[in-house]
T-cell receptor, first 116, second 115 residues
């Protein structure tokens, strides 16, 4: 079974600065998908960014980018020019491509605080 | 697109009562998931359906929990009888099965409090 580990329960960043959230996972598969979700105080789960394991290029979405290190099984999220609205719980998630396990496995989350 | 719709937004009930949570997935999505979120255990998958058929219910904590999906546009998660330890936020999510990288779309969740 796959596991996802987020070793930073809490992080803080100064507004306009850059912060990196860590995520590692354990899998024996070669093809899979990785996601970062954001959960603001409103409780809604919002997709931030996704990465296909077969792609070497790191995914980027505006101020959000990932550092995907397949050999190290690492998938960190970098938030540049942090904004107050970025404050939220961030979840890393893994999806297998095998037929019987296409659901997401979530990490335990990292609570990000943005300081004005 | 209205997104995944869950109701109620909040539910407070007494121990022993039956609780029914409802979910309307995004039209065209053929996979539906129920998650439970607690401080202690994070996000746990309870059950998921493909094309209205339950595929994996191994995350359902015990027989007090049941889920149904009578059609492609509606699902329920029922707890009977409810207990205080069931207090959590319950999320419904849906996605299209057609592509591996199609993301989950979550509802806003139902915060359940059992007293």
């Amino acid at each position: 079974a796959q596991t996802v580990t987020q070793s930073q329960p809490e992080m803080s960043v100064q507004e306009a600065e850059t912060v990196t959230l860590s995520c590692t996972y354990d899998t024996s598969e070669s093809d899979y998908y990785l996601f970062w979700y954001k959960q603001p105080p409103s409780r809604q789960m919002i997709l931030v960014i996704r990465q296909e394991a077969y792609k070497q290029q790191n995914a980027t979405e505006n101020r959000f980018s990932v550092n995907f290190q397949k050999a190290a099984k690492s998938f960190s999220l970098k938030i540049s020019d942090s904004q107050l609205g970025d404050a939220a719980m961030y979840f890393c998630a893994y999806r297998s491509t095998s037929g019987s396990a296409r659901q997401l496995t979530f990490g335990s989350g990292t609570q990000l605080t943005v300081l004005p | 697109d209205a997104g995944v719709i869950q109701s109620p937004r909040h539910e407070v009930t007494e121990m022993g009562q039956e609780v029914t949570l409802r979910c309307k997935p995004i039209s065209g999505h053929n996979s539906l998931f129920w998650y439970r979120q607690t401080m202690m255990r994070g996000l746990e998958l309870l059950i998921y359906f493909n094309n209205n058929v339950p595929i994996d219910d191994s995350g359902m904590p015990e027989d007090r929990f049941s889920a149904k999906m009578p059609n492609a546009s509606f699902s329920t998660l029922k707890i009977q009888p409810s207990e205080p330890r069931d207090s959590a936020v319950y999320f419904c999510a849906s996605r299209t099965q057609s592509s591996y990288n199609s993301p989950l779309h979550f509802g806003n969740g139902t915060r359940l409090t059992v007293t």
